[in-house]
């Protein structure tokens, strides 16, 4: 399965933003965006031109596909079925990437991190509905239940993580219950429920043209 295997700062470095895509450590001084804000490469501290319409779009997409951790043909497909469902595109698209099984996971606050959150998806320690699922782009459905495994309920970088963050605690579409390590989707995100800084009309433009 291909992914992403540079270094993750370098990500944040190129779209001049945090995506925290390093769980606590993008909350600390040791954050590579703190000591070194400016794009990655010879040139990155130059002072840049101004960005075309397209460079704009394009860096929204580039943006939004980080932070989830997707790949270019995976986002496609992700896009056009975004756009086959009734409402608004751009919202369905977040919706759609936000309901994955591993965004729910770090949603949760079981994963420091998404990347977390799929290695440990991939490693069967969570089940929907009372069954194993370890394919981290399973799409949840309302009502849906993700629960941690017996075996994997003492893994310490799932109390650690926990313990760090509580990242449900401001969305209404998620329920979390710590004693029970499980979590609830009560219901597709609406876009002002959905916490990513990004401009989703800037894709749906992109791949109008």
Request: charged content about 30%; glycine content about 6%.
């Amino acid at each position: 399965m291909a992914r992403y295997r540079d270094a993750n700062c370098k990500l944040c470095r190129r779209e001049g933003m945090k995506l925290f895509l390093k769980g606590s450590r993008c909350y600390s001084e040791k954050c590579a965006f703190e000591r070194r804000s400016f794009a990655p490469g010879q040139h990155g501290h130059v002072m840049r031109r101004r960005s075309s319409e397209y460079g704009l779009q394009l860096r929204e997409k580039q943006k939004v596909r980080r932070i989830y951790g997707i790949l270019e043909k995976q986002f496609r497909n992700y896009f056009g079925e975004a756009a086959r469902r009734k409402g608004v595109t751009g919202e369905n698209l977040l919706q759609l990437l936000e309901t994955r099984l591993d965004n729910v996971v770090y949603r949760l606050g079981f994963a420091p991190s998404r990347k977390s959150a799929r290695q440990l998806v991939r490693h069967r320690h969570f089940t929907v509905n009372s069954k194993i699922v370890d394919i981290p782009s399973y799409q949840l459905r309302p009502n849906d239940v993700i629960q941690v495994c017996e075996k994997s309920r003492k893994l310490d970088i799932i109390h650690m993580a926990l313990k760090d963050a509580d990242r449900s605690a401001d969305l209404p579409w998620l329920r979390l219950n710590k004693a029970a390590l499980n979590g609830e989707l009560v219901e597709l995100p609406k876009r002002e429920d959905i916490p990513v800084n990004v401009t989703e009309q800037l894709i749906v433009e992109l791949y109008s043209k």
